[in-house]
Nanobody
C-alpha cells in the first residue's frame, strides 16, 4: 500500500502565503506523477497543479503565476507554494500520487491523501 500524508494547511489572511507538503511512503517503485487538487464546499474536486516524473508541470488557469508545485524526489515529497491567496482559494486540498508499485507489472495506481483545509479570510 501507499500512504500520502499532507501538512501545511490552515487559516491565512488574503494576500498571504501557505506551503503545503505531501510525503509519500509505502510500496512505490516509481512515480508517474504527483499533484494537488482542491474541493470547495458544494463543489467538485478539481486539479490545481501536477508534476510528472520528468519534472513537467501543469497548472489550472486560475492559479497560474500564483501557485508553484515542486518536488523532492529523494524524500518522495511534493510541495505546493501558494502565494497572494484569495478567499476563493479556500478549499480542502488533496494530494494525489500516480505510482508504479512493481517493476515487472507496470500498472499505475492512484492514491489520495486525507486532505488539508486551507481557509483564506478576507
Amino acid at each position: 500500500q501507499v500512504q500520502l500524508v499532507e501538512s501545511g494547511g490552515g487559516l491565512v489572511q488574503a494576500g498571504g502565503s501557505v506551503r503545503l507538503s505531501c510525503a509519500a511512503s509505502g510500496s512505490i517503485f516509481s512515480f508517474n506523477s504527483m499533484g494537488w487538487y482542491r474541493q470547495a464546499p458544494g463543489k467538485q474536486r478539481n486539479v490545481v497543479a501536477t508534476i510528472t516524473s520528468g519534472g513537467s508541470t501543469n497548472y489550472a488557469d486560475s492559479v497560474k503565476g500564483q501557485f508553484t508545485i515542486s518536488r523532492d524526489s529523494g524524500k518522495n515529497t511534493v510541495y505546493l507554494q501558494m502565494n497572494s491567496l484569495k478567499p476563493e482559494d479556500t478549499a480542502v486540498y488533496y494530494c494525489n500520487a500516480n505510482v508504479v508499485r512493481e517493476p515487472l507489472v507496470r500498472r499505475p495506481y492512484d492514491y489520495w491523501g486525507q486532505g488539508t483545509q486551507v481557509t483564506v479570510s478576507s
